[in-house]
């Protein structure tokens, strides 16, 4: 039977509503009934296009041995995509108790909102060094019963310093914080493959563009260079879809190669800027390129007929992660001929050892400049043999704050690039949001 997720519109809730647990959404009711039940609350948070959060659902949340374990809390189920202020609230919390972050968001907290524990992912059992699901509830809720006092102290203590920490929120910025903030990303720039720390390794627009305006005003040369470092790098890796455009979320290793494969609507709006403001800097016409088509795949995969965006696409296909992706060398012959087929998995990476699962994601690394250009015919007759293949699940909300981005990087592309095709995408999801995301009190 379905519980009561069943009637939530957010597609991800949706995903859970035949779970065994008895879930609740974000409301008063659950926190109610955490109080008047004498149970801790279990908080979990995702998206719908999240992998990991699929690997949790299936591992444990859709059976009924943790089912059973879980009606000893009071199990609430939040989309981070429809509620930011919430998984705002509570990423705080894992990363200080943590230093790390990421979704699934695993959160145990008391019926006063007071969290006790976070963490992310979790196996169903514990495995290599990692505690597992089960043993991490058993003991949560043997502490509630015999030392509560311990969990409500660890909670009263966490709530203190994320209101301490708030109130550093409103200091004003002086200059000196810009070249804090330059230095920063100096000493932790990857010289060899471009971006910013060790992997995973994420695309970070806000900090390319931060350091194109820091280029722009302070004439730092280092800041241009690690834009385009960083820039040309995760063009040429498998982080960029070579066939249909676009980003993937992050990179797993230090190299941009092989992506976590889930797209997101926010990332390729910001990536879009991030190019066009290296491309007008620059006036290297790859930078364009690469935008050009980051662009085309949002117009592609994501616009709503109405005129919206949606929020991205899933990594898994068929049941596995990056399947949709990935050629091996008798595929891209098939379709492009023998020829033509060699050349381009020459050019791309695709061999019969491969580099992903046995088979090969297309990439440039280690290929000059030159070759074929990106969004030739032989591109697109891979595309359309590509869409053969089972369909990635897409998240089709429509949130006015990744629109807004999107517009935002819609109308500069349109603009830059003197291709009105942008333009009027962007000003069809402003009318969108005109017509159908705004009360007559706006």
Sequence with gaps: MANRLQNEKSPYLLQHKDNPVDWYPWSAEAFEAAGLEDKPVFLSIGYSTCHW??????????????????????????????????????????????????????????????PFFAGTYFPKKGRRGQPGLTELLKQAKSLWDHDRERLIDAGNQITEVLLKNKKYDSIDPEKSMLTEAYEFLRK???????????????????????????????KKSDALRMVEKTLDAMAKGGIFDHIGGGF???????????????????????????YLEAYQITKKECYAEVARRTGDYILRELTDPEGGFYCGQDADSDGEEGKYYTFAPNEIESVLGQEKGAEFCR?????????????????????????????????????????????????????????????????????????????SAASAAQRFIEESMTDEHS
């Design 53 to 114: 959060c699929h690997v949790m659902a299936h591992e444990s949340f859709e059976d009924t041995e943790i089912a059973e374990i879980l009606k000893d809390f009071i199990c609430i189920k939040v989309d981070r995509e429809e509620r930011p202020d919430i998984d705002a609230v509570y990423m705080d919390v894992c990363q200080a108790l943590t230093g790390s972050g990421g979704w699934p968001l695993t959160i145990l907290m008391t019926p006063e909102q007071k």
């Design 188 to 218: 932790n720039f990857n010289p060899d493959f471009g971006g910013f720390g060790d992997a995973p390794k994420f695309p970070t627009p806000h900090n390319l563009l931060f350091l194109l305006r820091y280029y722009r005003c302070e």
């Design 248 to 274: 993937s979320r992050y990179s797993t290793d230090e190299k941009w190669l092989i992506p976590h494969f889930e797209k997101m609507l926010y990332d390729n709006a910001l990536l879009i800027p991030a």
């Design 347 to 423: 050019l791309y990476g695709i061999t019969d050892r491969g580099n992903f699962e046995e088979k090969s994601i297309p990439n440039r690394i280690g290929q000059k400049a030159e070759g074929w250009r990106m969004g030739a015919p032989e591109f697109e007759m891979l595309y359309e043999y590509r869409k053969q293949r089972v369909a990635l699940h897409k998240d089709d909300k429509i949130l006015l704050s990744w629109n807004a981005w999107t517009i935002i990087a819609l109308a500069r592309a349109g603009s830059i690039l003197h291709d009105d095709r942008y333009s």
